[in-house]
């Protein structure tokens, strides 16, 4: 359900009502002292914002994809090392 603005045309008085887009514009200030005509505002609404987990199809997954997904993200053993043979020395110019 959206939440519309609306602003009192007599007292100026500016306020938000929570309410379904079937449900009639309010044509009364909610404030008791004035009661005067309201205009509902025009808005551009508040943009979409994800945050947290839920929004994207891997986070539907069953737990067996999860525990197989987990398995191939985790660091792979690192292979046994093996001694080289010591290079050969290489041979000094000759001075002659």
Avoid at 77 to 85: G, H, I, L, S, V
């Amino acid at each position: 359900m959206p939440t519309y603005d609306y602003q009192c045309q007599s007292c100026g008085n500016r306020f938000e009502v929570f309410q379904s887009m079937n449900d009639a514009k309010l044509e009364t200030c909610p404030d008791p002292a004035c009661a005067g005509p309201v205009k509902r505002l025009l808005g551009t609404g508040a943009g979409l914002i994800f945050k947290g987990s839920g929004f994207y199809q891997t986070d539907y997954r069953s737990s067996s994809y999860q525990a197989g997904a987990k398995a191939d993200s985790a660091p792979s053993p690192t292979p046994a090392k093996t001694e080289a043979a010591p290079a050969a020395p290489t041979p000094k110019p000759s001075s002659d």
